[in-house]
């Protein structure tokens, strides 16, 4: 497509500043010093909070039962578990969801973030709790390699691949390695090495699927992901007793978050403030003091017990007392940034998969946002929504800083689409992307195994939710765990009881 063509499409940028400070906190600091070309009541808390900035804290306005401290799948979980009592549920962006989050465009429902859950996980039969029905996905995922579709890439895929066939039997013999692997009883030793260490003897093609595939799914190339989480995954779409057990709704996950919030706001809506970015977290003997900034008007409210369901870059900011050892273990967790760039077509352009591989490419995959419902009686595609996952490097995180930047990578995902389809010509009526700075955590050698252990422990008042407390991947699902087991250990503490599981608090 050429440039000129390109003028005419609308591309419309979420997650800007301007909106609340979505581009979080870390994001800016490491633009220390550059300037960045962004202004706002909100962006000037961001940069004080990261710059260590002791905000006044004005006296207690309003005491709680619990504070919890986002938004997102996890703080929402929390304060749907808490409905018994007093809570004061604080998320600093203008919607709740974080990273299961979905938009619409005139009806159409589409992903920014989360797209499925399998049958295993508990966000199944907590969806199911809340009131959704979940659709099955049923289409193992294909490729496009050299222009050519491949539906089910490590299943039947394997013996239609268009590759050379010394590549294509490298591709089996590697799956039969992997599916040799005694995953549970070599978890310890597996969850320590990089999943590199088991590509060093294939061609390149199969490490550039899985440096594809990996980004995507949680945050790492090969050479920085733990290896049982790979080898997890190739034994899961590939083994012999495989079942396609995802499920999701149209746009992906963001139907449990925007669920939860249609439960509980009607009844709880002062106590769910949005726009409200926590700046400090200070426990005292009695209560923890939690100081929010929501416009121009700083408040702090009292605690008997705080939720923290912030991604740890943020939570070891502003919560005061952490002990050494567990700030030091929250900094270890480190996070890429992503933007998801929704292509919106007002013709079928791709209805032959649910989410399909495209290595080599500025995105990784793209999922058809409607799949689960395009069989359904009655239904009609309006608009083929295809929601094209752009993980960025860490070093790329600028881009996603300004307008300009955000859209030239949705340009970059835009021109790498249409060279696999240049038969289809189809230019899309929008564009939409959506930016974060620090979403998915990266499922790193140690990380699950000796890093988030020491990072979720209770402190007296102040409990660990968000999905980086569990692992070993980000997802939906361990968000919601880490929601029950804070839910659980602040109940306990208000009850004075022991904590739960024998979790002791560190010291020092
Ligand atoms: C592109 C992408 C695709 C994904 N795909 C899947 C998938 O298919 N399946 C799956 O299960 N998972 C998937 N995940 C992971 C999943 O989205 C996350 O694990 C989950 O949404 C995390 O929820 P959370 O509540 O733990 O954290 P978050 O979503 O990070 O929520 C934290 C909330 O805290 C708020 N916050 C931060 N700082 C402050 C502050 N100072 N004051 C107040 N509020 C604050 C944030 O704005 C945010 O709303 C995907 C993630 C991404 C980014």
Redesign the pocket.
Known sequence: MTANRRDFIKFVVAGSIAAGCPLDVALLAEQAGSHPAVDGEENRICHQVRDGKTFSRPPVSAHHDVVI???????LTAAYLLRHRDFLL????PHWG???YLMEFQGSAYGT?????DKSEP?FAFAQDIGLKPLIVDSWDGTIIQGEFLPDTWGEGLDRSPYPVSVRDAFKKFKREILAIDVPRRSHELFAVPFSNFLKDYPNEIKQWWDTYGPSNWGATTEETAAAIGIFELQYISGEKRKDDRYTWPGG?GAITKKIAEIIEPHFSEHMQLG???VAVVPDKQNVLVTYMQGAELKTVAGKAVIM???KF?TRR?VEGLPAKQSAAMQQIHYIP?A?VNLIFDRPVFNKGYDTWCPGNRFTDFIAADWVIRNQPGYKQKYNVLTC?TPLRQEERGLLLTEAGARGVAGDVLRDFQKLFPGANVDPIEVHIYR?GH??YMSMPGLYTQVQPVARAPMERVFLA??DSEGPV????S?IT?ARRAVKEAESRIAGKPLPNKTVALRG
């Open positions: 401290v986002g938004g997102g799948v996890s703080g604080l998320e600093k962006e974080g990273n299961a973030g989360s797209a499925f859950l966000s996950l409200a970015t926590t369901a912030t991604p943020i502003i992503y998801v996952y974060r979403p998915l968000n999905t980000s997802s939906t699902g968000g880490a």
